[in-house]
């Protein structure tokens, strides 16, 4: 196993939507969307006795070139029912035969977890840049997140991103759900510091309550305050709030350049402190600038409709 920490292409992840595979409504309507990611749920938002036809209508949309004909830069993520779940089988071979951008493996508890799917995808020979998403959703899933993030510094490693499962976290735990959720608040912060300790993007959980645009922006700028990547969202009013949330604001950006055009002054090439205007700047702030104009550059490209795939 290696140490080094592979390094990953910043991907904008603001606003990741959920919709249920066999919605044919919510797959119409995808197109319009502004959304960095699309998450096509075969688990919790399907019945059981619907999960055939919801992997039919995913393999259809797939199938005849509807999912690639979606925005440029739009993630595609299908999430699959649990392992020890009797759907999970069906539900990877559909998955993988649909070559999204990742799957999403609910319930993920150990690495052991990540290492089935990833042998699993590796028998049916998929393609190298099919990704693996973890949701940590269980007790279990949180006190383990280090171990399973840890997946991420094996050689070839698929695991690219872990996603909170709110609803699952607060059933599971009996933990009170309030605004500002103080009391899930320290194992959110567990997970983002699993995630970010082996480079792996974090998304956080969905906001139910979708007609309360207050409590979803107010939720938002504390999931961007904890070091959230962007959010999972439910339904479309949740898109444009979330980009902007989890977006770099012109404030941001310029502050940006403004390290990386001082750092590129001749005056401080070799140097490892400056004075910005009063403010003490390291080379450890020149790589965060970096990394955010890259992100915002990305952005943009995606705002401009530049990126096709
Ligand atoms: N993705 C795409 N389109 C969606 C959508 C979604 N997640 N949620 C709603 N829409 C569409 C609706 O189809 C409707 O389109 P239409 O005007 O063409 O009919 C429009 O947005 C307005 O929807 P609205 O009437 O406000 O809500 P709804 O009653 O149709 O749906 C939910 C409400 C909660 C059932 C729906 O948002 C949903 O299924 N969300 C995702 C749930 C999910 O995947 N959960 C699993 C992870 S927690
Ligand atoms: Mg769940």
């Known amino acids: ?35 960095d990611g699309a998450i096509f749920d075969l688990e919790d938002s399907v019945a059981p006795g619907a999960k ?19 925005p440029g830069g739009m993630e595609k993520i299908i999430r699959i029912n649990a392992l020890s779940s009797p759907w999970a089988g069906e539900d990877l071979l559909a998955a993988r035969g649909c070559r999204p951008d990742a799957i999403l493996v609910p319930k993920v508890e150990a690495p052991e977890d990540i290492t089935a799917i990833e042998d699993a995808l590796e028998q049916t020979d998929a393609p190298l840049n099919l990704r693996i998403w973890a949701m940590i959703e269980t007790p279990l899933g949180v006190m383990n997140a280090g171990r399973i993030a840890q997946a991420a510094r094996s050689d070839g490693t698929r695991l690219d991103c872990f996603v909170v499962g709110g609803n699952d976290l607060i059933k599971e735990t009996g933990v009170a759900s309030l605004p500002g959720r103080p009391w899930l608040a320290q194992w959110l912060m567990q997970i983002v510091l699993a995630a970010r300790a082996y480079g792996l993007d974090v998304l956080d959980a969905v906001y139910n309550d979708f007609r309360d645009q ?33 977006g770099i604001d012109d404030t941001a950006r310029v502050e ?21 205007d009063g403010r003490m700047v390291e080379r450890l702030h020149l790589e965060v600038a970096e990394r955010m104009l890259e992100k915002a550059q990305r952005i943009s490209a995606r705002d401009n409709q530049e990126i096709t795939s």
């Open 1 to 35: 196993m290696s140490n080094k920490i592979p390094s990953r292409p910043v991907r904008p992840r603001r606003s990741v939507l959920y919709l249920p595979a066999g919605n044919a409504r919510a797959l119409d309507k995808l197109s319009g969307l502004d959304c």
């Open 52 to 70: 055939d036809q919801a992997r039919e209508a995913l393999r259809e949309f797939f199938g005849q070139g509807r999912a690639a004909a979606l």
């Open 214 to 246: 207050d409590g979803f922006a107010a939720e938002c700028g504390d999931g961007q305050a904890m070091g959230f990547d962007g959010k999972t969202l439910i339904h479309p009013a949740q898109i444009e709030p979330a980009n902007r949330a989890f």
């Open 256 to 276: 940006a350049e403004a390290i990386v055009s001082a750092f590129a002054q001749p005056e401080n090439h070799g140097r490892g402190v400056i004075n910005l």
